[in-house]
Every structure is written in structure tokens, then in C-alpha cells.
């Protein structure tokens, strides 16, 4: 059974940085794409940031391009989100999803992602 647990949120000042991670469990992380999302209260699911199977196509939403880095390790079987400059408006539950795929593609569309942790809160504030 594949499970995704994401971890590494928080409280953190505006300005601050964060760094978050999904640990993917009963699979091979290196046969799927992932994506960070993220969710604040009374608002839908975003998308923030994708990167292929092979690691070499990343892609960010605007909100956040410049300030967040996607990247994996096949190796430990983890995705990574870290975060810089956040804001008061960055506040949300973030959450991993994982798709299988035999493409190298970066996808950002929330309904091809099968797999999804149960979210990790981060919270900036003063």
C-alpha cells in the first residue's frame, strides 16, 4: 500500500523559510511524479509546484516562483519543498501527491495525482 506523510511544517515568521518533506512508503519513489498543493481555509486546493520522475522538469506556480525550491531523492524515497520569503498569505495545510507514470513530465493538475498525504500545517505569522 503506498502512503505519502509529509512533515516539516510549522509556525514561522514572515520572512522565514521552512523546508518540507514527503516520505513516499510501499513503492518505489523513482516510478512517480510528484506535486506539493496547498490548501488555506475557505480557499480550493492550489498547486504549487510539480517535478518529473527523473527530476529534470520542475515547474512552480507564480505565487510562489523565486522563493521555492522542488527537488527529490530517489534514494531515501522523498520529495522536499523547501520555502523562502514566506508571507502571511503562504498559510495553509501543504500536502505531497504522487501519480505513477513512464513519462519524465512535470504535471500540475491536481486530478492526475492518485496519491496524497494528509498535509502538514504551516503557519506565518508574527
Known amino acids: 500500500q503506498l502512503q505519502l506523510v509529509e512533515s516539516g511544517g510549522g509556525l514561522v515568521q514572515p520572512g522565514g523559510s521552512l523546508r518540507l518533506s514527503c516520505v513516499m512508503s510501499?513503492?518505489?519513489?523513482?516510478?512517480?511524479?510528484l506535486a506539493w498543493f496547498r490548501q488555506a481555509p475557505g480557499k480550493e486546493r492550489e498547486v504549487i509546484s510539480c517535478?518529473?520522475?527523473?527530476?529534470?522538469?520542475?515547474n512552480y506556480a507564480d505565487s510562489v516562483k523565486g522563493r521555492s525550491t522542488i527537488s527529490r531523492d530517489n534514494a531515501k524515497n522523498t520529495v522536499y519543498l523547501e520555502m523562502n520569503n514566506l508571507q502571511p498569505e503562504d498559510t495553509a495545510v501543504y500536502y505531497c501527491?504522487?501519480?505513477?507514470?513512464?513519462?519524465?513530465?512535470?504535471?500540475?493538475?491536481?486530478?492526475?495525482?492518485?496519491?496524497w498525504g494528509q498535509g502538514t500545517q504551516v503557519t506565518v505569522s508574527s
Open positions: 510501499g513503492f518505489a519513489l523513482e516510478s512517480y511524479g
Open positions: 501527491a504522487a501519480r505513477w507514470t513512464i513519462h519524465d513530465m512535470c504535471q500540475m493538475s491536481g486530478l492526475l495525482y492518485l496519491f
Open positions: 517535478i518529473s520522475k527523473g527530476g529534470g522538469s520542475v
